[in-house]
């Protein structure tokens, strides 16, 4: 079974292709983030025509490896996500079912995210899969930039949510930080490079506590780390956030940045243990674009009786891959097609 993934809900125009749900035989990126990172973080326009320009492009790249005439289905990332850009990748594949005769799937994309986890084999340069896969019942750590939760998966479709954001996804919090302290975006990376240079040990910040150990809530991080940084420069609440990177020493924003990054992973850590002494999975993956934080690897490593078998870096932020994935997966499972002519988008859509 050979899968053809489309992948647009963000700022990623992303196709790929994917055989029997775990060997990768190509995967195109085309990134928008460079159009983005004056603004502090995505525009939807600019996100929308950008995807529009690159999509038959990293399409085609993507196909060339079997052509069309091997592929059985097309799956393509209908929610969640920015509509204008959910729009594009939506109406391509729909076109596509048709014109090429194929079925076509339905994929949620923070499910996709968890699917990557299932990719052991592939000839493409440049990738480092775990050897296995991960084994049911399986314990998810979703961390991207628009999700964060928890969820116990007794099969790949039959899954139990233990706990989601309050507020404010994880990523999204590094990226505020980084606006704050005047690292471009995405905050991620940028923070993790800050942070090698910083003690991240230098100032206590606080870790939400919450009803249900299994929810987060980053808001109050991110609110106390500005405060923090208004306090370092001498200044109270009311000094505007737009000028403290200028005010800030270069050590400074690498120790905030340091000390951040250690309780933002901590607090997803600590809640992953404890899911996983409760439930007593067989296997533990994490998934989405935080899932790229070395900081975070280190941590769970360090904290798991066994470290789970981390996908590569590439596969964790926005990709085609993850899509096809998870739509050899539903084929696999007999999950009915989605209509090409009527597939609509749903930016709000929820696991
Ligand atoms: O999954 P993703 O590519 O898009 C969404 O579905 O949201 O995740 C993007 C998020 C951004 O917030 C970015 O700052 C974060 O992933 N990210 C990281 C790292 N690389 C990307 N966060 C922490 N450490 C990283 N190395
Ligand atoms: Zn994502």
Redesign the pocket.
Known sequence: MIVFGIET??D?TAAAVVKDGHELLSNVVATSIDLHAAYGGVVPEIAARSHIESIIPVIEEAVAVVGWDKIDAIAVTYGA?LGGSLLVGVMTARTLAITKNKPLYAVN??HG?VAANFLTKTELPGYTLPSQQPEFPMLSLIV????TQLVYFRTMFDYEILGKKRDD?I??A??KV?KIIGLPY????S??KAADKGNPYKYKLPKAKLDNPYEFSFSGLKTAVLRLAQDEIGENFTFPSFRLPERLSEAQKHDIAASFQRVAIETVVDKTIQAFETYQPKSVVIA???A?????RRQLAERLPAPPGYTD?KL???NGAMIATLGCMMADTGLPFADPNSLDINPSLSM
Not at 144 to 147: A, D, F, K, L, T
Not at 292 to 296: D, K, P, Y
């Open positions: 809900s963000c990623e996500g994309h923070v995210h991207s930039g628009g999700h996804a990523g999204e590094f990226d980084a995405p905050g991620g990376p923070i993790a989405g674009g935080v790229a934080s070395q900081e975070l870096i964790c932020t926005d």
